[in-house]
């Protein structure tokens, strides 16, 4: 069995922790499985490259070497809770010692120019993946297994040169990774793929933005033809919501990469929906397992929608620090691209929009974005649209949140909205604004930040979500 194995940061706190993930490693190997194996930074590695290539802008290298002094201590602490071996110990000591000594220089030329663009910070947040895959695979090796350390590039994964957000270049990477990475699983190594970061084609590292290291696996998965791929983390799978919201929330134990997506795009964490691309269009079923309970099954996510009789809404979601503007006008009322001057203004100005709705009126528009481009985005459609009669008024809410419910078993079942409004409802809680796919695998609406998680609660009991799906 073909499977790829992705570790997230959670999974890779420590060494003592990572010595987790070796053990899973061993187990599979030793059963004969043919594994591909992608590694994220260290624990919260990320955060601070994004601190000192900040501090470094700001021409603060008392700061910046303080951080690589930082992570040069986490990742040697790191070796000495996995390796025995002082010799190999000492090899890998090297290694990241030349590692940190290239990353200060880099963030040292930052601060003298000035300048940190959006290529030049891709390339101070990948040190935190290159400095892993080597120390993973030398641990693997150690174990005595054959290993060997490649960066997403090195691997084949060719994207774009949208630094910070890249997107893979498929055919070309499909062709590539096989390429290099098929001669060495027959020859019996095992792959330790850097997630998260590629090359464009240019030869230049790019990142793949938020949930980068999943998408990696998902695309080596399909590349290579895998069977499956694992993403292995800190929790038991997707769950009916979040469990410090509500307490009683169960792990899902099977999601159509549909109702997956849905859930990712709406907030849910442990995914996010780009990841599930490549596999969703290829077929190959992705697994989220617990590196601290390998036994537990997790969840499966396939092309199949399991709905079991009764089953509705399968988890609802919580995005917080979200806001909603309100633009309105009795001169919108007719008139044909009101709605694509609002967004064009938005878009120019770079802010997503998250959730939209229109009144039948057609004299008003809401929709949601992220809270803290807020004022911006007041401020260019003030600018860019009050005072030509078309547009009389922008309002703004910023104590507001998104409640989505989730679930295949919505599409086509009458009387669902008005289960979720009556619930939430008796709770005596005001609904401000209503948008439902054409899908019909989610509805979701903005209520005050201060009821969000009331909501949640009513609806997690409404559906009966803590009795679990099966």
Known sequence: MRV???????SLADGKVAKKALEIIQDY?????SLVIVVSALSQITDRLIEASEAALRRDLATVRAICQELNRRHEKFLEDIFEDPHLKDELSRFVHERMEELEKVLVGIGYLGELTPRSRDYVLSFGERLVAPIIAGALCNLGFRAKAFTGGEA???????????????????LQVRQRLEPELEAGIVPVVTGFIATDQNGYITTLGRGGSDYT?????????????????????LMTTDPKVEPSARTIPQLSFHEAVEMAALGAKRMHPRALEPTSEAGIPVRIKNTFRRDY????ITGEARVRPGSIVKALTLIKDVAMITVSGSGMVGTPGTAARIFDVLGRNGINILMISQSSSEANISFVIPRSLLGKAVTALETSLLGGGLIKNVEAEADVCIVAAVGAGMKGTPGVAARIFKAVGDEGINIRMIAQGSSELNISFVVKESEGERAIRALHKEFRLHEGIP
Do not use: C, H, Y
């Not at 790829?4 to 959670?10: A, S």
């Not at 099954?297 to 499966?300: I, M, N, S, V």
């Open 4 to 10: 790829v194995m992705k570790f997230g940061g959670t």
């Open 29 to 33: 190997l030793q059963k004969g499985w």
């Open 156 to 174: 084949g994964i060719i994207t774009d040169s949208n630094f910070g957000e890249a997107r893979p270049l498929m055919e070309m990477t499909k």
């Open 217 to 237: 696996a998902t695309i080596l998965g399909v590349s290579l033809k895998a069977d499956e791929v694992w993403l292995w983390t800190d929790v038991d799978g």
């Open 297 to 300: 099954p997790g969840t499966l």
